[in-house]
């Protein structure tokens, strides 16, 4: 889950996860689900389904971990979005 600000897009955060280098290992992201719980002020939680795939072997979890906290970078930077604890 993102926890970003209200006035963010979720095309925002979709086209930021997808201009982050995975080396064609990213295939799909899609919205799961927005919420925005109470008591977070001007806060939404946007739910993200990232699927990775490499075609000619099977993907470590160390390799797509590295892919996630690459995101996760890129959001705090250019949306100030942060996974939500």
């Known amino acids: 889950c ?4 209200n006035n963010i897009k ?3 955060i979709i086209n930021t996860i ?5 080396g064609k290992l ?5 919205l799961y689900d927005i919420f925005e719980p109470k ?3 001007s ?4 739910t993200y389904s990232l699927e990775y795939r490499a ?4 993907l470590t979890n160390e390799e797509v971990n590295i892919l996630q906290d690459k995101i996760v970078v890129e959001l705090q930077k250019k949306l100030k979005a942060e996974l939500r604890k």
């Not at 993102?2 to 600000?5: G, M, Q, S, Y």
């Not at 997808?18 to 995975?22: A, G, Q, R, Y």
């Not at 990213?26 to 899609?30: E, G, I």
């Open 39 to 41: 008591g977070e002020g």
């Open 10 to 12: 979720q095309g925002d």
């Open 26 to 30: 990213l295939q799909k992201v899609s």
């Open 43 to 46: 806060k939404k939680s946007y």
């Open 55 to 58: 075609d000619d072997r099977t």
């Open 2 to 5: 993102i926890l970003a600000d």
């Open 18 to 22: 997808l201009s982050v280098n995975t």
